[in-house]
């Protein structure tokens, strides 16, 4: 096995529980966050990375110098994120293994989970690999704790070897599955020149493009009474939610019905009772200018719901979450290039697609560290079905020790 020690790392990530919480305005959101931040700086000291570290606010930042004759060429940053998804509980996680798989599907121990490469298509090029899922019980975390190990073990090849290599700095954030992963880095500290997100889906798959995102709260405010006494007094804000809700675009607009480059709103959580309700939605687009107008929609809906139900009012919020990164990536195509070369040279076809989503590639892009994303080997995320192949972390890992090489080379 070329990298022995990537399966049992990922399997003790992997169970060290890192759920972040949207609700919470620290940083982390979770402190327990941290507790894989203090495993990660132990094993690089461990490593012989002298810099290694967790800030204040729990961020890791380590540094694995340029192979001698290298020095000069552009240090390069390879970030996953710690967290995982408030979706589902990641809770008591059970690595789960399924060796040399003969295709079909993976019928997990716990609560009738079957992982069929009918709904899961990535399936069909990994037979004979080893997949990892969870018991079926809580998601596996794969996402994004697999390109923690891949960075990981990257780290301890290159700490190992005399082979060429640029300068690596690696960064891990909390809260990325809450939107904040990127907010509190330190760019000056990190000292990258540009820099690569291990956070992507199938082998082979380099992402430079991203939606654009707005979150949007939506509050109706009514005036609550005894319900016995409530004629021409009482004005329901959850019934005005209910309208709202109900004149939503089903088809156009909906990430339950689009695909592609389609973008869509979509509220996910609501709060509240009679007095006043909250609606909490995201807004997502390829195109920026587009986000406007679905905020316009939603304006003219809740305007609409709040004039069917009397003595009922409104009132919107927007704020701006991350911006396409493609509007950045473009300007420096060398980034995207090393990469394409890298999957190239190591004998892997090369994806090149956009995400239907976010990363903190993102946000690091628009801060001045340009940063596509790369596969991770992690599907199904954010949820029981969860898996990734050991064979996909693999390449993956190839891949870093590779881009680093050819930036290398390239300043000879």
């Known amino acids: 096995m070329k990298y022995p020690n990537l399966l049992n790392r990922f399997q003790t990530y992997a169970q060290i529980d890192t759920q972040s919480d949207p609700h919470s305005s620290t940083v982390p959101s979770t402190e327990k966050q941290k507790d894989l931040a203090r495993v990660l700086v132990e094993e690089l000291k461990e490593m012989g990375v002298a810099d290694a570290h967790m800030d204040e606010l729990g961020y890791v930042y380590a540094t694995v110098p340029a192979s001698v004759g290298h020095e000069s060429a552009p240090a ?32 997990l121990p716990m609560d009738n989970i079957v992982i069929s490469p009918n709904d899961f298509g990535a399936l069909k090029e990994m037979k004979g690999h080893t997949i990892v899922t969870s018991n079926g019980a809580t998601l596996l975390g794969a996402d994004n704790k697999a390109g923690v190990a891949e960075i990981m073990t990257a780290v301890e090849a ?36 540009f820099g690569y997100t291990m956070d992507g889906a199938t082998k082979g798959s380099i992402e430079d493009e991203t939606f654009s995102a707005d979150g949007a709260t939506i509050i109706f405010r009514g005036a609550n ?52 309700v909250r609606i909490t939605m995201i807004l997502r687009s390829f195109d ?37 990164m493609k509007e950045v990536l473009d300007q420096h195509p060398h980034v995207v290039g090393y990469a394409e070369r890298a999957i190239d040279a190591c004998g892997l076809p090369v994806r090149k ?60």
């Open 76 to 107: 390069v940053c390879f970030c996953a994120h710690m967290d995982t998804s408030p979706e589902y509980s990641g809770a008591g996680v059970v690595p789960t293994l399924h060796h040399d798989y003969e295709g079909g599907e993976l019928k």
């Open 158 to 193: 290159l700490m190992k070897s005399d082979a060429p290599h640029a300068t690596m700095k690696v960064l891990f954030t909390p809260d990325e599955e809450i939107g904040r992963g990127a907010d509190h880095v330190d760019l000056e500290k990190l000292g990258a020149q």
């Open 225 to 276: 009474t005894h319900p016995g006494f409530a004629f021409k007094k009482m004005g329901n804000a959850v019934k005005a939610a209910g309208v709202f809700l109900s004149l939503l675009p089903r088809q156009e607009w909906s990430p339950e019905s689009t695909k592609g480059e389609k973008g869509f709103v979509h509220p996910y959580e609501i709060t509240g009772g009679v007095e006043e």
């Open 288 to 324: 920026a200018a587009e986000l406007e107008d679905y905020a316009a929609l939603l304006n003219a809906l809740a305007k609409q719901a709040s004039k069917a139900v009397k003595r009922t009012s409104y009132e919107i919020e927007i704020s701006e979450q991350y911006r396409n």
């Open 353 to 412: 697609s956009k995400i239907r989503g976010g990363t903190d590639g993102s946000k690091l892009s628009f801060m001045g560290l340009p940063c596509p994303n790369v596969f991770a080997g992690e599907h199904a995320f954010h949820s029981p079905y969860e898996y990734v192949s050991l064979q996909d972390m693999e390449s993956a890992t190839d891949v870093i020790v590779k881009i680093l090489e050819l930036v290398a080379l390239d300043q000879v």
